[in-house]
């Protein structure tokens, strides 16, 4: 084994291809639902033998910045929407609550002296699942 560094560029890139994997495999599940409805994992090993076909893995930085913006998608778009992506994979299964959802809290006096009932949170931004 060895010891490497990755550069800052390279670090970026894989970032973005990460980011593109992720959109393309939410629009390759809705595109073939019917057709992966029974494989294993959702029937990701169907795609993944695709991906991993696939010319982007040759692209450098700026082409992947190209690409993307081709897709109208900036670079911090496609961050986001990587960092939501795992942060719901992180969370599971837990629903994301609404402005309509109150988020039960822990009856702690305030700085008022006051216990709080319920707080509301705001509606995300946008959700990848919204995009497909």
């Given at each position: 084994?060895?010891i490497t ?11 973005l291809i990460?980011?593109?994997?992720i ?8 595109t073939?639902k ?7 994992y959702g ?13 982007i ?20 778009e496609?961050?986001?929407i990587?960092?939501?992506?795992y ?19 822990q009856?702690?006096?305030?700085s008022?002296?006051n ?17 497909f």
């Amino acid at each position: 084994m060895a010891i490497t560094f990755v550069s800052k560029t390279s670090k970026k890139r894989s970032l973005l291809i990460d980011a593109l994997r992720i959109l393309a495999w939410e629009e390759y599940k809705s595109t073939n639902k019917e057709a992966l409805k029974n494989l294993e994992y959702g029937g990701y090993a169907v795609f993944d033998k695709e991906w991993q076909a696939e010319d982007i893995h040759n692209k450098g930085y700026e082409d992947l910045l190209a690409f993307a913006k081709s897709l109208e998608f900036s670079e911090a778009e496609l961050l986001s929407i990587r960092s939501k992506y795992y942060a719901k994979k992180t969370n599971g299964a837990t629903p994301t609550p609404t402005a309509k959802t109150p988020v039960p809290v822990q009856n702690k006096p305030t700085s008022n002296g006051n216990i709080p009932e319920d707080v509301s949170v705001p509606d995300e931004e946008y959700d990848v699942g919204d995009l497909f």
